[in-house]
């Protein structure tokens, strides 16, 4: 029996790493042959990909911005390769890259389009009146593409699943899918650390709409309360191609000053929740963070904001849920949780309860797959 090839076309390689490499291991176990179109930022990624016995297409640019001409040459080379890899499905991630993908499978021979929507991005939070134009126009455009009964859709949460549903696809066509997964065996429940000060961990990149601001206003407050016993860790890197990312130099100034201590991109994410008490996250809006699945898995208590994405991750047993955008509730919260170390082990417990029963790989996997198919 000839194998299915399924393709996946994500914007990095080392996106597709930390967040679908579970999925195509499960779907090569199927009987899937995998090729993966991405960005090469580092050939050790790539690299990794192919080591799992997946084909590597590298895109010739990276997706970023408004422009007409490089958007244009990005839609064209994805039509090439899917009419070269002539795959029986597709599965691509993000709002710009479903956007972009689905104009090339339009264009192209394909069959069948899986399209995850990981949360709407900047074009959800942004203020700027040129983006609101580009979000309606979006929106309006996916009306148009998603008709056709050969795309399917998937969102990671309910609020947004709610915000879809009957806007630009058929509910038919619509599923509601909780997050990327996360490999439960690989994250295992981690002892909280003997160090007397509070560690309290932000794993993301480096984003302004991720509630970076917020929360080194958070320390700062912090500060000023006289309280030493708490310290912020930011890890991850800036992603300059995202108009809302953190330059390298406000990083190191804000460490610089002492109220935070960057520790840029770590692979080793399992020692990272190790050496921390609490998870934070306050940002502004996620599809469903998996950084916070990670944490979650590795019995750590969180804290973060009550919007869509986030607020999925609280069950009112296992961390707190903060206003957006809101610093002194943000600090307020941390003092508190730092101060009760002793409901750190209770509410991580519960985190890994949650983890394994509604996020593992092996939850989501299966229900990514019956989508496949």
Request: net charge positive.
């Amino acid at each position: 029996m000839t194998k299915q090839i399924l393709l996946y076309i994500i914007s990095d390689d080392n996106y597709f790493l930390s967040h679908r490499l579970g999925l195509a291991k499960a779907a090569q176990t199927d009987g899937y042959d995998v090729t993966v179109l991405a960005y090469e930022n580092d050939p050790k990624f790539t690299d990794k990909i192919k080591s799992h016995g997946f084909s590597f297409v590298k895109f010739n640019q990276r997706a970023h911005g408004l422009g007409l001409i490089d958007n244009v040459k990005l839609i064209w080379q994805t039509r090439q390769v899917i009419n070269l890899v002539r795959p029986d499905l597709i599965h691509t991630v993000s709002m710009r890259m479903m956007f972009l993908t689905t104009i090339a499978f339009w264009l192209s021979k394909s069959k069948r389009m899986v399209a995850t929507l990981t949360g709407m991005g900047y074009l959800e939070t942004a203020s700027n009146p040129m983006i609101r134009v580009v979000k309606w126009f979006v929106t309006k455009a996916f009306k148009l593409m998603f008709y056709t009964k050969r795309i399917h859709l998937v969102v990671q949460n309910h609020d947004d699943y709610q915000a879809v549903k009957g806007k630009f696809i058929n509910h038919s066509r619509l599923h509601l899918v909780l997050g990327s997964g996360v490999d439960v065996d690989a994250f295992p429940l981690l002892p909280l650390p003997d160090d007397k000060t509070t560690q309290v961990t932000f794993v993301a990149r480096m984003l302004k709409d991720k509630g970076l601001q917020e929360l080194v206003d958070a320390a700062e407050i912090i500060r000023k309360q006289g309280v030493e016993n708490i310290q912020i860790n930011l890890v991850g890197m800036p992603h300059v191609v995202n108009p809302f990312s953190v330059s390298e130099k406000q990083l190191k100034l804000w460490q610089d000053q002492g109220l935070v201590k960057w520790h840029d991109f770590r692979s080793d994410i399992i020692t990272v929740w190790q050496e921390s008490h609490i998870a934070v996250l306050p940002s502004y809006r996620e599809g469903l963070p998996k950084s916070l699945l990670e944490a979650a898995s590795c019995g750590r208590a969180i804290i973060t904001t009550d919007v869509p994405g986030c607020r999925e991750m609280i069950n009112g047993k296992n961390g707190v849920l903060v206003p957006v955008q809101n610093p002194k509730a943000l600090a307020q919260a941390i003092i508190e949780m730092s101060n009760d170390k002793g409901s750190l082990k209770a509410m991580g417990l519960e985190s890994r309860k949650m983890a394994v029963e509604k996020f593992a790989d092996d939850v989501v996997n299966k229900q990514m797959l019956e989508i496949y198919h």
